[in-house]
């Protein structure tokens, strides 16, 4: 698997995950922000580099993975559930459909494959929303101070 770097994992709108930790550090912060910034730092930790990786690897994890990124939820374990739901029956779909037996057959092969990377990794992927939520977080305390 090609290593990627951390940097080239995309969230929503927040490009550069480790320049944005440093930016966050330099400035001058109290309160609740720096407990964001500190919950921030332990849940990047955590993360594991190897998920990060084969996220920023494919394509289709990743646009799955944004797909839900796009709705904060306060119940990250529900929302990584939900988002393999849908995965799930998205794939059962398209298996459903195809025709050929062949076609079916790689397809449901392929399922297997992508389920069993939710399912390996749920954990790590709530770790991803929460800290989704804590940039989000943080995003909105800078705005709120800002004005």
Same mark, same amino acid.
């Given at each position: 698997?090609?290593? $990627?770097?951390?940097?080239?994992?995309?969230?929503?709108?927040?490009?550069? $995950?480790?320049?944005? $930790?440093?930016?966050?550090?330099?400035?001058?912060?109290?309160?609740?922000?720096?407990?964001?910034?500190?919950?921030?730092?332990?849940?990047?930790?955590?993360?594991?580099?190897?998920?990060?990786?084969?996220?920023?690897?494919?394509?289709?994890?990743?646009?799955?993975?944004?797909?839900?990124?796009?709705?904060?939820?306060?119940?990250?374990?529900?929302? +990584?559930?939900?988002?393999?739901?849908? +995965?799930? *029956?998205?794939?059962?779909?398209?298996? $459903?459909?195809? *025709? *050929?037996?062949?076609?079916?057959?790689?397809?449901?092969?392929?399922?297997?494959?992508?389920?069993?990377?939710?399912?390996?990794?749920?954990?790590?992927?709530?770790?991803?929303?929460?800290?989704?939520?804590?940039?989000?977080?943080?995003?909105?305390?800078?705005?709120?101070?800002?004005?």
């Amino acid at each position: 698997m090609q290593k $990627i770097p951390l940097n080239q994992v995309i969230f929503h709108g927040v490009p550069n $995950i480790r320049s944005a $930790i440093d930016d966050l550090r330099k400035m001058d912060v109290h309160g609740d922000l720096k407990n964001i910034l500190s919950n921030i730092t332990k849940t990047f930790k955590e993360i594991s580099p190897r998920l990060i990786n084969q996220i920023a690897t494919s394509t289709i994890y990743k646009r799955q993975i944004q797909t839900y990124l796009r709705f904060p939820s306060n119940d990250t374990a529900n929302q +990584v559930k939900l988002l393999m739901d849908q +995965v799930e *029956r998205h794939l059962n779909q398209k298996i $459903i459909i195809a *025709r *050929r037996r062949d076609t079916k057959q790689r397809l449901a092969k392929e399922k297997g494959r992508i389920m069993s990377f939710y399912k390996l990794n749920a954990n790590q992927l709530k770790l991803l929303f929460d800290l989704h939520n804590l940039f989000l977080k943080a995003q909105e305390k800078l705005s709120n101070d800002a004005s």
